[in-house]
Nanobody, 122 residues
Framework: VQLQASGGGLVQAGDTLRLSCEVS????????MAWFRQAPGKEREFVSI????????YYTDSVKGRFTTSRDNAKNTVYLQINILKPEDTAVYYC????????????????WGKGTQVTVSS
């Protein structure tokens, strides 16, 4: 199983960024897909989750209104669009696959991907 996140980079505050995570080695449509992030010196933090079909999403409070997750099951890819980037969004962003859609317990994922670095300059 491979989950490869991409799309990170060095951006300025106020910019928009779209992260992608391409998945292989599992039946993509059978998994809810989550995004997490880990800022320097901090623990990994849940960001969002999208249901297997894409009809339900859930976001942590700190990103509601600026972050949007979506998925394309035909492309085995999940996305995270980040609008109005802030310096505090600087982190390594990880995607993860979960056999169950459970926003109330998002850390029990089945598979983790490698992260992509997002750095926001002020």
């Amino acid at each position: 199983v491979q989950l490869q996140a991409s799309g990170g980079g060095l951006v300025q505050a106020g910019d928009t960024l779209r992260l992608s995570c391409e998945v292989s080695g599992l039946i993509f449509s059978a998994y809810a897909m989550a995004w997490f992030r880990q800022a320097p010196g901090k623990e990994r933090e849940f960001v969002s989750i999208i249901s297997k079909s894409g009809d339900e999403t859930y976001y942590t409070d700190s990103v509601k209104g600026r972050f949007t997750t979506s998925r394309d099951n035909a492309k085995n890819t999940v996305y995270l669009q980040i609008n109005i980037l802030k310096p505090e969004d600087t982190a390594v962003y990880y995607c993860a696959a979960d056999a169950a859609y459970r926003p109330w317990a998002p850390y029990g994922v089945d598979f983790w991907g490698k992260g992509t670095q997002v750095t926001v300059s002020s």
